[in-house]
């Protein structure tokens, strides 16, 4: 990659890696005890790179247990979680609003639910109090034009799969682009989970396992950057497409006032824009392998 003055750089890469990453090291691959992930996020919410993290994802059916993991991790003063939501909508939600009043160390930030229509979408929303964001993960097999249509009348996120432990659970990049275009046209937000470990695409093993498969993985600065030109309306799906499928870190180019690819360029106001109108996060059940990866690239 080109590279700026580290000072510069930092700047501009602030902008887009700011709160990106949602922990989720209760999930797979790493499939971690509460309390290993608990601490895990205490010691990166005091570390070097904590301004890169974002919420601690925990299922609704695990608080109790999540809560009792706290107990002795005073160096956070609020726990910021995105809660995923389970068949039983209407009591996860009476669970998730009823938390933070016993625990007032944590702060349920947003919620996420599994939606396969845009009647799924209706129905549940109206479950979900209005003032709490939530993201309905939709699958690309789905409706994606209806569904997206449904969440943007409800004031409601999209969410994509980007990954998983095969390389079946892999979308293409075709797929990730006409999602991200709709929910650009749409103005819906959305935010990704599973396979974004690494910053530009590339091959690597999709679990810890010794005999692990392997699978050609999105990157997530191929996905944020595609995103955020989406969303200022300055490429279209098959250069989304064209951008997803880059495996070139040299074609993903960081200059003093931007970062782009190609003759594309993005401004840190576009970033911070498009990060708080359009993809606010992804969720990663590892927090170091990206910052690892962005050394790697000499862009930490």
């Known amino acids: 990659m080109q590279q700026a003055s580290p000072t510069i750089r930092s700047a501009v890469l602030t902008a887009l890696l700011k709160n990106l990453v949602d922990y989720a090291g209760l999930f797979p691959p790493a499939k971690l005890p509460m309390q290993a992930a608990v601490e895990n996020y205490a010691a990166y919410s005091a570390g070097e790179f904590n301004w890169m993290l974002g919420k601690f994802i925990v299922p609704a059916a695990r608080l109790a247990e999540f809560g009792s993991a706290i107990v002795n991790l005073r160096t956070i003063e609020k726990w910021p979680l995105s809660v995923l939501l389970g068949a039983d909508i209407a009591k996860d939600i009476e669970q998730v609003c009823e938390f933070p009043l016993r625990n007032h160390e944590v702060e349920v ?104 498969p392997t699978g050609t993985m999105h990157g997530f600065l191929n996905v944020f950057l595609a995103a955020a030109l989406l969303g200022n309306s300055a490429i279209d799906i098959p250069e989304a497409t064209e951008l997803l ?56």
């Open 109 to 212: 930030s947003s919620v996420e639910l599994k939606t396969t229509t845009a009647d799924d979408i209706f129905r549940t929303h109206s479950l979900i109090p209005t003032n709490l964001p939530a993201f309905f993960e939709i699958p690309l097999t789905a409706d994606i034009q209806g569904c997206i249509s449904a969440l943007k009348q409800c004031g409601r996120g999209a969410k994509i799969r980007t990954g998983g432990e095969t390389p079946e659970m892999i979308p293409p990049t075709s797929s990730v682009a006409k999602f991200m275009f709709q929910c650009a046209q749409a103005k819906v937000p959305f935010k990704a989970t599973a396979g974004l470990h690494h910053s530009v695409r590339s091959v690597h093993p999709l679990t810890y396992a010794p005999d692990s």
């Open 245 to 300: 499928s880059e495996t070139s870190p040299e074609a993903l180019v960081v200059n003093t006032d931007s970062i782009g690819w190609h003759d594309h360029r993005l401004t840190r106001e576009q970033i911070v824009a498009a990060r708080k109108n359009f993809s606010p996060s992804f969720g990663s059940c590892s927090f170091t392998e990206p910052i690892e990866d962005l050394q790697s690239l000499s862009l930490l």
